[in-house]
């Protein structure tokens, strides 16, 4: 199974944008979702958006449905968040992982990486 490893988080402003990427080592299957989740200290790790590898179907959490998206390469074995209009409450670290159910629920994706700190602060 392809291991997973997300880069692009950073520090910014309020209002900013980050585009988060998901990068795989081998190849995903068309059946597989990708999924983004975040968990911010002392919470619960968060579903925040997923995107279906064959047929680019994705969802995205009510919470942050109006700023941010999810997408994937068409040559590569990538996939993005991209974040905008960025808040505090955005803080926390964000993971990608792998699933072949159609879900939110975290308990069911494996193949996690080792996450990407995102701070919104001003």
């Known amino acids: 199974q392809a291991q997973l490893v997300e880069s692009g988080g950073g520090s910014v402003a309020p209002g900013g944008s980050l585009r988060l990427s998901c990068a795989a080592s081998g190849r995903i299957f068309s059946s597989s979702i990708i999924g983004w989740f975040r968990q911010a200290p002392g919470k619960e790790r968060e579903f925040v958006a997923l995107?279906?590898?064959?047929?680019?179907?994705?969802l995205v959490a009510d919470s942050v449905k109006d700023r941010f998206t999810v997408s994937r390469g068409d040559a590569a074995n990538i996939a993005w968040l991209q974040m905008n209009d960025l808040k505090p409450e955005d803080t926390a670290v964000y993971y990608c992982?792998?699933?072949?159910?159609?879900?939110?629920?975290?308990?069911?994706?494996?193949?996690w990486g080792q996450g990407t700190q995102v701070t919104v602060a001003p």
């Open positions: 995107i279906r590898w064959g047929t680019q179907r994705t």
């Open positions: 992982a792998r699933t072949v159910q159609y879900t939110t629920n975290h308990l069911a994706y494996n193949n």
